[in-house]
T-cell receptor, first 119, second 114 residues
Framework: SAVISQKPSRDICQRGTSLTIQCQVD?????MFWYRQQPGQSLTLIATANQGSEATYESGFVIDKFPISRPNLTFSTLTVSNMSPEDSSIYLCSVSTGMTSPANTGELFFGEGSRLTVL | SQQGEEDPQALSIQEGENATMNCSYKTSINNLQWYRQNSGRGLVHLIL?????REKHSGRLRVTLDTSKKSSSLLITASRAADTASYFC??????????????FGKGTKLSVIP
């Protein structure tokens, strides 16, 4: 299993500013994912962040808007840049301890999320 | 594209009753997972069922999988007020960017009335 700490848990931000969300895991994990959950909606994958390589972004998400760092196997950050009200969402960090192949999919462990409100 | 689609979108039952939620998906899978999300919290893994399994139990949870119909159901027996949450199914696969990932459905919001 894995315990994930996310900071901040919530924040209110002004339009045009940037905010960095931190994700700390209590064990070393290879695969880390950043999701966005808009109010009342499901989760949408932003990017996959593996240590030692560039993050892989999903369609509709770009590095300039959501830069990600993954300096080691227990930590990652997601920055939401130049925020607008449309970026108001919950951002969730998650990790897999067993997803090494389609035949060995592991469960995902999630942080508590960071609720961003952009005014 | 979104894989899982749950129904109903919302379900309200009395404490002690059973709750059944359904999930349909579009392409072949290796496994399907169910997660719970309490209001304002992160997701918690409930159960994983592999494509070669038809039924799985965990405490008061029972999950079935019908790969021919590309559907799964989650049954919560003898529900409790603490079961009030949103429930999501998630299917594995490759994203458009080529990353292996889980894709989540839209969820069923369950309310258990004491």
């Amino acid at each position: 299993s894995a315990v994930i700490s996310q900071k901040p848990s919530r924040d209110i931000c002004q339009r045009g500013t940037s905010l960095t969300i931190q994700c700390q895991v209590d064990s070393q994990v290879t695969m880390m994912f950043w999701y966005r959950q808009q109010p009342g909606q499901s989760l949408t994958l932003i990017a996959t962040a593996n240590q030692g390589s560039e993050a892989t972004y999903e369609s509709g998400f770009v590095i300039d808007k959501f830069p990600i760092s993954r300096p080691n196997l227990t930590f990652s950050t997601l920055t939401v840049s130049n925020m607008s009200p449309e970026d108001s969402s919950i951002y969730l960090c998650s990790v897999s301890t067993g997803m090494t192949s389609p035949a060995n999919t592991g469960e995902l462990f999630f942080g508590e999320g960071s609720r961003l409100t952009v005014l | 594209s979104q894989q899982g689609e749950e129904d109903p979108q919302a379900l309200s039952i009395q404490e002690g009753e059973n709750a059944t939620m359904n999930c349909s998906y579009k392409t072949s899978i290796n496994n399907l997972q169910w997660y719970r999300q309490n209001s304002g919290r992160g997701l918690v893994h409930l159960i994983l069922i592999r494509s070669n399994e038809r039924e799985k139990h965990s405490g008061r949870l029972r999950v079935t999988l019908d790969t021919s119909k590309k559907s799964s159901s989650l049954l919560i027996t003898a529900s409790r007020a603490a079961d009030t949450a949103s429930y999501f199914c998630a299917t594995d696969g490759y994203s458009g960017a080529g990353s292996y990932q889980l894709t989540f459905g839209k969820g069923t919001k369950l309310s258990v009335i004491p």
